[in-house]
Structure formats: structure tokens, C-alpha cells
């Protein structure tokens, strides 16, 4: 039996004692107690890539104006609640921003850092205003347990340090990462696996660029004419290399270029259309997509019938990508605010009031309402509905009649109101005899 399966009273523990991670000494003698850096080129992947890339700009936008579209909400006992101290701080965060600006900023930075931090500043020992920080500029401080001692922003050649309290106690510092398999205290962003298609899709972009800024002609050589005998001098050769250097650019396209010594161009073959890397471009493009868990399809990527339709395609972004960052980032501020609102606090959301996942919802509806099978209430409690007293009863079409019912002749006409046969007229019966009828005053 391993040492973390030994119960805790064999291994001489007191109930109720509180012991550190065995792990946690070895990650902090790795850091001596220094600031942990983020382990890579935060302003790179936002320049480069959010930026300068069209693909990756667009995949954030999607994924951060859809998920900052769904409410959050305070649940209590699985109900939501629609007053609580959190709403009216959610909706009114700070004097400078918005809720919609700073849940933008939450999912923005979580796409290209993979970190984001909340700060929140406490008036009279209650969160009274929310304020999202750069991830590039916070360094987290391990301590001794192997967790974060504090947190150091830096601006500016100052500091601001950010003390992480003991025991259950309002902390000043949310920091909200994804997963990381080779960092102790920092995400991964996504923009980090997807990095080379980046590169070669900002690459294409500019090699098709300088293409048309100079007039979309192809490179060609200087030829020197009369072979071997009449070759350039070291002279001829540097000055010839100096006016080539000044006359490339889009401000150059089209100059002429003086030709002397025997030189003559020759232009090659190739052509702009023979050049270009639209299909390498696409295959980049994909790639970036796949990073973000963005549909090729929801952001025009040619050639691309991942879903049949854009349709599909949206209700697989919310379900892939959207509705798991919204999940992360309720329990994340639900645990993160208990110490304040209590241990029943928690943060959610309705799915059903979703507007991505309309096409699932009613593709389900209509499945449940086809069902023969099920009850009133078992159909309501399939869509989310409470149960009916007079709800326990299976509904079926009034054409619906059992198998083995006498429904007379089938070849026989056929009631136009019920669209049931006609049943045959007894022929025993006398046709002159009244069709019977109840008197109404109950005599024989």
C-alpha cells in the first residue's frame, strides 16, 4: 500500500490536524522563495497573434463575446436567487468599467495568456469593486507550503504586493488558469500549441503582400552578358547590390533599374497565382482554430465540412468551448468568494437560457413531444418543467385505437371527422326502427 492510501490515524496523525502537501517543500526549494515568471513571451503571443492575426483575433473575439453573453447567476438550494450582494457588484464592478468589460477582459486573457487575475478591494470587510489585471505583469511568489505567498504586480518600475491570507479568509487575488502540464503556477495558453501555424499564416500573409505591393512580379536575375571574359568588378558588384537594396520595397515597385557593365534581367517564369500559399494559409488557419475550439466553418475558413452546417457547427462551439470556460470560471469565483458570502454561495448559470444551444433545445423538445411513451410530467421534467398533479397519464392521438379492436370492414368508407372506417350495418337490424336515445327524464 502506497504511503497517500495509509489512513491518517496509522501514520500517527491527531484527527482533525492539518497536514501540508508533501509535495509542496520540493516545489519551493525549486524556487527558493523567488518570484515564479511567466515562461514565455506574453507581448509576442499578444502582438503576433491577437494583433496581427486575423484568425486569432477572431476566434478570441467569438469565444469572449459568447461566453460574456451568459448571465451569471446566484443559486441557493439549486434556485437562483435574484437579489444578493454579488449581482449588484457584478453589475456595477468599478467606477471605470462595465460587467460586460470586465467579463470580456476574463475570457480575453485566458485565450491568450491562459492566466487571468481578479483583484478585488474589500470597504468595510465586503467586496465592494472588482478590477481585472494584465497577466504579463503579475509574478506569483511561492511560499514555504508550496503555495502562493503573494502576488507582486509590476508597472512601471513599481510594485504592488498582494498578500495571500491564512486560513479561510478573503483573498485580494483571483487567478484563474488553464491547464499546464510542465508549470506549477501558470496555464498554458492556447496560443502557445498553435504558435507555428500562427507564424506561417502571418508568414504567408506578408509573402503575399510584398507580392502585390510590388505589382505582383515574380523575383528574376541579373544576367551578365559575354560569359566569362566580361565579369563584374568588387566595385561594380557592391554598387549594383547597394541600388538593388534601395529600389526594393512597395515605394520601389515599378522604378526601372539602371543596368550597366553588360547586365541584362531576365525575369523568371513563375507568377504570382504559380506562388501563392492560399491552400498552406487555409491548412494554418485550421490549425489556429482547433487550438481555440473554434469550428473552421464559424470563421470562413474555405474548404472546411467538419459540420454540415453552421448550425451544427455553432452548437458544438458552445458545447466544446464556451459552456467548459463559463463552468471554469463560476466555480472558480464561487470558491473564491465563500470566505465572504458564505459556504453555500455558488455561481452558475442557466443553459437552458443559452441563446447558442436554441437549435439543441429545440431538436430535444420535439423528440420529447413525439414520445408515445412517456407521461405528461416525465415529458416536463425532460425540458426542465415541474411535475402536474393531473400530469401522471400518457396522452396519445384520439386515432389511436389497440390492435385487436373490431374497426369493421377496412374496405369500407371512411369517416372524414375521425378518419376511421365506417363500421358495416348489421343486417338483422330493422332499418325502419329508431336509432336509440336516452329519455332525459330517466323513464323506460
Not at 447567476?73 to 457584478?90: G, I, K
Not at 510542465?182 to 495558453?189: I, K
Not at 467538419?306 to 467548459?324: G, M, S
Not at 444551444?357 to 414520445?371: D, F, I, P, Q
Request: charged share 25%; net charge negative.
Amino acid at each position: 500500500m502506497k504511503t497517500g492510501q495509509v489512513p491518517g490515524f496509522l501514520r500517527g496523525e491527531q484527527p482533525g490536524e492539518k497536514k501540508d502537501s508533501g509535495i509542496a517543500r520540493v516545489l519551493y526549494v525549486q524556487t527558493m522563495g523567488a518570484p515564479a515568471w511567466m515562461p514565455r513571451d506574453y507581448a509576442a503571443f499578444a502582438k503576433e497573434g491577437y494583433m496581427e492575426n486575423a484568425i486569432v483575433f477572431r476566434c478570441i473575439r467569438l469565444i469572449a463575446e459568447a461566453a460574456k453573453a451568459i448571465p451569471l447567476l446566484v443559486y441557493s438550494d439549486d434556485q437562483p436567487l435574484e437579489e444578493h450582494p454579488f449581482l449588484d457588484l457584478m453589475e456595477y464592478p468599478n467606477p471605470f468599467e462595465p460587467s460586460a468589460d470586465i467579463l470580456d477582459d476574463i475570457y480575453s486573457y485566458l485565450c491568450i495568456a491562459g492566466n487571468t487575475y481578479l483583484e478585488q478591494v474589500s470597504y468595510g470587510g465586503s467586496p465592494a469593486e472588482l478590477y481585472v489585471l494584465r497577466p504579463d505583469r503579475m509574478k506569483v511568489v511561492p511560499s514555504p507550503k508550496g503555495r502562493p505567498a503573494k502576488y507582486v504586480y509590476c508597472i512601471g518600475g513599481m510594485e504592488v504586493e498582494y498578500i495571500v491570507p491564512p486560513g479561510k479568509t478573503q483573498m485580494p487575488i483571483l487567478h484563474m488558469k488553464t491547464f499546464h502540464p510542465l508549470n506549477d503556477w501558470y496555464g498554458l495558453s492556447p496560443m502557445e500549441p498553435a504558435a507555428k501555424s500562427i507564424d506561417t499564416h502571418n508568414a504567408a500573409g506578408a509573402f503575399n503582400a510584398a507580392l502585390l505591393q510590388n505589382m505582383g512580379r515574380p523575383s528574376g536575375a541579373l544576367m551578365v552578358k559575354g560569359g566569362d571574359d566580361n565579369q563584374l568588378t568588387n566595385d561594380q558588384f557592391e554598387r549594383l547590390t547597394s541600388q538593388i537594396r534601395e529600389q526594393v520595397g512597395p515605394m520601389a515597385a515599378g522604378k526601372p533599374l539602371l543596368l550597366e557593365g553588360g547586365l541584362e534581367w531576365v525575369q523568371f517564369s513563375q507568377t504570382p497565382q504559380d506562388m501563392e500559399f492560399s491552400q498552406g494559409k487555409d491548412s494554418a488557419a485550421r490549425d489556429i482554430a482547433s487550438a481555440f475550439g473554434v469550428p473552421p466553418q464559424m470563421i470562413g475558413i474555405p474548404g472546411d465540412n467538419t459540420y454540415a452546417n453552421l448550425k451544427e457547427a455553432n452548437v458544438a462551439f458552445y458545447r466544446q468551448t464556451i459552456i467548459p470556460m463559463v463552468t471554469k470560471v463560476c466555480q472558480s469565483l464561487s470558491v473564491f468568494f465563500r470566505p465572504s458570502y458564505g459556504e453555500d454561495f455558488k455561481v452558475w448559470f442557466d443553459i437552458d437560457e443559452v441563446t447558442g444551444l436554441v437549435a439543441e433545445r429545440e431538436e430535444k423538445w420535439t423528440m420529447v413531444e413525439a414520445s408515445g411513451s412517456l407521461t405528461v410530467n416525465e415529458k416536463r421534467e425532460a425540458i426542465g418543467y415541474e411535475e402536474r398533479d393531473e400530469g401522471d397519464v400518457i396522452l396519445v392521438p384520439s386515432s389511436m385505437v389497440p390492435l385487436d379492436e373490431d374497426l369493421g370492414d377496412p374496405t369500407g368508407e371512411i369517416d372524414p371527422l375521425t378518419g376511421l372506417p365506417i363500421p358495416p350495418v348489421d343486417p338483422n337490424a330493422d332499418p325502419n326502427a329508431d336509432p336509440a336515445v336516452d329519455d332525459p327524464t330517466g323513464n323506460d
